[in-house]
């Protein structure tokens, strides 16, 4: 009876439709895991496509999944690269959890691999966007730890997009001595420091992982195979398989640096970029905030322009903030900031009882004291642009002012381009300690002042 009476506020039947939170059109089952099914959806405003998982709140709590739940989503906050299925939105209501993610069509790598070996050019180009999405997440300190084919989606262009981090690890899972120990993964595709249930190096059990892929695209077999599992682990100990013929010197000369049963002398993925086989035809990806689009920083020349302030006159009042909305994401019944590290979530979002135009004048200071330019301020709207080069380019800001009730205004923050740790860092050390005295209440906190 709950789960029905759920259904009904959180979604809107229309002939055969299904709407969920007023946004998102639900169709068929995609697929389906223990406590989740992926279902078709699309976004009703936008017509875009996308997948939506759905995790049963209780089911997770009682089986203890929470925490890695939790995790994943933290991850995929982190990891926004072209070749990572990027996490578009997480809502939740009391019994269930959706995320929202990119809709890959083109299925798994795995069933390519299952018909027969790739051509060298083909399992080249996929294995050098495998490499960079895990030199991405390594640099964000998230260890995948379960690479194989069936992780790895293709898009409509053929390009690759790895997914699944369930099974992802972060710096604070490392113990004093600075080693997982977790043992986890698909035994065929898992490093052998691994399975001998010692601490290993989360990054160079990935990079084993994307030889044992790689090899499996050069000739459409594993390379570790034998009649029982602890046949096939001493073969893995061992790091003994054997090359068929038709693979060429340069790729099995790579191989044999990433299926090096010792870590310590294994490749690392500098030492792969630099590699000769690796290197033909390669272009490193831009990595650009899959967060910023044409809706949310407007123009793409506003970020580029030379700073020319275009200034509204046409409106007098700001945006209604609807109260509904407001309590919804302060709600811990709606709202999924319990499930994010504390120190990864920004501050985005407060209420003030100052005007609205005050508001405006102190952010436009605040942007000029912080030496962030800005790019345009309309409709009591500001987006503003730091100065010095990120990680991912300039970092940008964009702050917008909304009325709750003639003497309550609502300023919410959200990034435009840039860096998200960059622009986490910029919310905690700059800009909450520079709107202190405008400042009635942050988002989810009793008193701020």
């Known amino acids: 009876m709950e789960e029905q009476a759920e259904n009904q506020r959180i979604s809107k039947k229309n002939g055969t439709r299904n709407i969920i939170f007023r946004k998102y059109e639900m169709g068929r089952v995609l697929g389906q895991g223990t406590f989740a099914k992926v ?20 089911q997770v709590k009682k089986e203890g999944f929470m925490e890695q739940i939790k995790r994943e989503i933290a991850i995929m906050r982190l990891v926004r690269h072209p070749n990572v299925v990027e996490l ?13 993610m990119e809709y890959v069509k083109g299925g798994e790598l795995f069933a390519k ?8 050019d083909s399992a080249r180009k996929y294995f050098q966007q495998l490499v960079s999405a895990v030199d991405f997440c390594h640099s964000r300190g998230v260890f995948h730890r379960d ?10 262009n053929e ?24 043992q986890c993964g698909t035994p065929a595709y898992v490093a052998p420091e691994v399975l001998r249930k010692k601490g290993y190096d989360g990054a160079k059990a990935d990079i084993w992982s994307c030889g044992v892929i790689l090899f499996v695209l050069l000739t459409g077999y594993l390379p570790f195979q034998a009649e029982n599992v602890m046949k096939m682990y001493r073969k893995v100990f061992k790091a003994e398989y054997e090359f068929p013929p038709w693979i060429s010197n340069d790729a099995r000369r790579l191989i044999s640096k990433l299926l090096v049963a010792d870590p310590e002398k294994r490749i690392t993925i500098p030492g792969i970029m630099r590699n000769p086989w690796f290197r033909k035809g390669f272009t490193k990806p831009v990595v650009v905030s899959t967060e910023e689009s044409s809706a949310e920083i407007g123009d793409k020349r506003d970020i580029e322009s030379s700073g020319v302030l275009e200034m ?42 100052c005007s609205a135009s005050a508001i405006m004048a102190r952010l436009e200071s605040m942007a000029k004291k912080l030496n962030f330019r800005v790019l345009t301020m309309k409709e009591f709207k500001v987006k503003m642009q730091g100065k010095a080069e990120g990680r991912k380019g300039k970092l ?47 988002q989810g906190e009793n008193n701020c002042q």
């Open 113 to 120: 691999v299952a018909k027969g070996k790739l051509k060298e």
């Open 147 to 156: 690479l194989k084919p069936e992780n790895l989606l293709l898009d409509e």
């Open 396 to 442: 940008a800001v964009t702050a917008e002012v909304f009325e709750v009730a003639p003497e309550v205004a609502v300023v919410e923050f959200s990034k435009s381009a840039g860096d998200t740790l960059e622009y986490n860092r910029f919310c905690e050390e700059d800009m909450r300690p520079a709107l202190r005295d405008i400042v009635w209440s942050w």
């Open 88 to 100: 578009k939105e997480v809502m939740a209501t009391k019994a269930r959890i959706f995320f929202v």
């Open 312 to 353: 509204a006159t046409t409106k007098s009042s700001p945006p209604f903030y609807n109260a509904f909305e407001l309590i919804s994401s302060m709600s811990s019944g709606f709202d999924l900031s319990n499930l994010f590290e504390s120190k990864t979530k920004p501050a985005s979002l407060f209420t003030s009882k």
């Open 39 to 58: 279902y078709y959806g699309k976004n009703i405003s936008t017509q875009e496509s996308v997948a939506i998982k759905v995790t049963n709140k209780d």
């Open 159 to 182: 390009n690759l997009k790895v997914t699944d981090f369930g099974l992802s690890a972060l710096p604070e899972q490392l113990r004093n001595d600075g080693l997982l120990h977790t």
